[in-house]
Nanobody, 122 residues
């Protein structure tokens, strides 16, 4: 599976962005999908995960109520809607494909995108 993120950019605090991750190659609909982020000087951290069907999602406490993960299997795309952005959300955001929900939550993913930069100014 090849994953390509898009939608990052510079936004003011309180603003919104929608990230997209387009998949190609192996059947997208057979993978659990997750979003992760890595800020400068920090380790990569889990952001959100969504099951194959899209029926179940889970988000990190730091983004709960502000970020929403979704997927469109017909378009082979997973999204991350980010609202009420804060400067501490500044990071490179990565999407990833995993074989199970638990694996995705743990960051044990089979495929990773190249990342898209999100910068939130105060």
């Amino acid at each position: 599976v090849q994953l390509v993120e898009s939608g990052g950019g510079l936004v003011q605090a309180g603003g919104s962005l929608r990230l997209s991750c387009a998949a190609s190659g192996r059947p997208f609909s057979s993978y659990v999908m997750g979003w992760f982020r890595q800020a400068p000087g920090k380790e990569r951290e889990f952001v959100a995960v969504i099951t194959v069907s899209g029926g179940t999602t889970f988000s990190a406490d730091s983004v709960k109520g502000r970020f929403t993960i979704s997927r469109d299997n017909a378009k082979n795309t997973v999204y991350l809607q980010m609202n009420s952005l804060k400067p501490e959300d500044t990071a490179v955001y990565y999407c990833a494909a995993a074989r199970s929900f638990a694996s995705a939550r743990s960051g044990v993913c089979d495929y990773w995108g190249q990342g898209t930069q999100v910068t939130v100014s105060s």
